[in-house]
């Protein structure tokens, strides 16, 4: 564990949120997590209390790591408090970049100068959302990936102003969490979700094409080139609408039409076919 880091508030309790805060807690750091709403706070708290079990049954968490994380986590709805003496902030909350700005703001306000201001995101300028702060050297990328507590990769995203102290203590915090992190500089898409979301999107033009069933599509990723996933299929784990907002963001910014949205994937979301949490996407959830 990094000797400048010992507590991280995550803001944020959603899936990334939870996730980002399970993975903290095992590596050893007291993790508080904070939401404006408490039930989504209370819903955090079982998922990383089932996922640990899970995990101890699995034989991948002993059951002393499980009571150690479980008692390193605090919930709290009040930001201010939450981040009282914090020596990062991870911000994990909707894709949305006025919405990040303000969280930024209040961390700021709230953190003591040197503390990094990370913020998890898929494919949202780093530099916009530390635009508004007083000292933007602080703020990075740290793009986790669903589901948090089983995939090793985090990509971390720097800035034309982040410091390298920044850089530094974001390495050591993610390699302290057991992942494996990759560095790459603030563009639309980055690295990660770039290469993605240009698969995924041409998957789906197939489909409406006719070209093959949304089974074989992934069938042909899966065994031709080793993917665990087929691309549609993980479109239904990350979640039709983000797929959107992440497509509808790189298309804005690099105007580029080989990331426009293709008409199934806006109709999808239109008829509220999200993926696994809505339990209808390309695929049938039960």
């Given at each position: ?60 968490v002993t059951k002393e790591q499980k009571t150690k994380a479980l008692a390193n986590l605090s919930f709290d709805s009040d930001l201010q408090a ?128 006719g070209v093959a069933s949304a089974e074989d599509i992934d069938k042909a990723m899966e065994l031709g080139y080793r993917h665990p996933m087929g ?56």
């Amino acid at each position: 564990m990094p000797d400048s880091v010992k507590t991280i508030v995550v803001v944020g309790s959603g899936t990334m949120g939870s996730g980002i805060a399970h993975v903290a807690a095992l590596a050893g750091f007291k993790v508080r997590v904070t939401d404006e709403m408490p039930h989504i706070l209370e819903k955090a708290k079982k998922s990383i209390e089932a996922n640990l079990a899970t995990g101890v049954e699995k034989g991948k968490v002993t059951k002393e790591q499980k009571t150690k994380a479980l008692a390193n986590l605090s919930f709290d709805s009040d930001l201010q408090a939450a981040a009282d003496g914090a020596d990062m902030a991870i911000e994990a909350i909707v894709e949305d970049i006025h919405d990040k700005q303000i969280v930024a703001e209040l961390l700021e306000r709230y953190l003591d100068t040197e503390v990094v201001i990370a913020t998890n995101t898929s494919s949202l300028s780093i530099a916009e959302i530390g635009s508004m702060i007083v000292h933007p050297e602080r703020v990075i990328g740290m793009h986790f990936f669903n589901p948090v507590h089983i995939m090793p990769l985090v990509e971390i995203i720097t800035h034309p102003r982040s410091s390298d102290e920044a850089l530094e203590t974001t390495l050591a915090v993610t390699k302290a969490m057991g992942k494996e992190p990759i560095v790459v500089k603030d563009s639309p898409g980055f690295a990660s979700s770039r290469l993605g979301i240009a698969l995924g999107l041409e998957a789906m033009r197939m489909l409406e094409d006719g070209v093959a069933s949304a089974e074989d599509i992934d069938k042909a990723m899966e065994l031709g080139y080793r993917h665990p996933m087929g691309p549609l299929r993980l479109t239904d784990l990350v979640g039709l609408d983000v797929r959107l907002a992440i497509a509808e963001s790189l298309k804005a910014a690099t105007g580029s039409d080989r990331f426009a949205p293709p008409a199934i994937l806006k109709q999808k979301v239109a008829a509220g076919e999200l993926g696994k949490k809505s339990g209808q996407g390309f695929y049938t959830w039960t």
